[in-house]
């Protein structure tokens, strides 16, 4: 599959794409769902349709989870959404469809480096969403620059 690789700091100087980084790589992240429209949709509207979707997660999961969401503008018109959940149930992920196109949903895999490639588009131009409480699951830790420990 394709998409980021390693939740392993860059080895050049920190930047705020870093700091970032190194701060949500420290969530206990649960699951990385794709979602992908099968007809070009403009950003508004797919933000209106990605937030009833995370509303019906909410409804099958039947507590809070935390959530971090961005959706990046595509060329092609079509924009697509990545989500990292922490406190999500597997059972929620499975149940709640995603009709207007494709959809990908793995267990969270922190080599893969989902955490660090979200970081990265929270700082360009793409739609981003956080959760109320995310930073309540985000273990104290100092931030320090990748290759200086």
């Given amino acids: 599959m394709g998409g980021p690789q390693h939740d392993t700091p860059p080895s050049r100087p920190a930047s705020l794409h870093d700091l970032l980084g190194s701060h949500l790589v420290r969530v206990k992240w649960d699951h990385f769902i794709t979602l992908t429209w099968a007809q070009p949709i403009f950003s508004p509207v797919a933000a209106h349709h990605v937030w009833g979707y995370i509303r019906r997660l909410r409804r099958a999961n039947r507590h809070r989870f ?3 969401c961005v959706i990046e503008d595509h060329q092609r018109g079509s924009p697509h959404t990545h989500i990292l959940t922490t406190g999500l149930s597997r059972l929620a992920v499975k149940t709640v469809s995603w009709q207007r196109g494709r959809s990908t949903r ?3 895999d922190p080599r893969r480096g989902a955490a660090w490639y979200l970081g ?19 273990p104290d830790a100092p931030i320090t620059s990748p290759g200086k420990g």
């Fill in 66 to 68: 935390e959530f971090i």
């Fill in 106 to 108: 793995v267990r969270y």
């Fill in 120 to 138: 990265g588009h929270v700082l360009r131009d793409d739609e981003t969403f956080i959760s109320r409480n995310l930073a309540r699951r985000i």
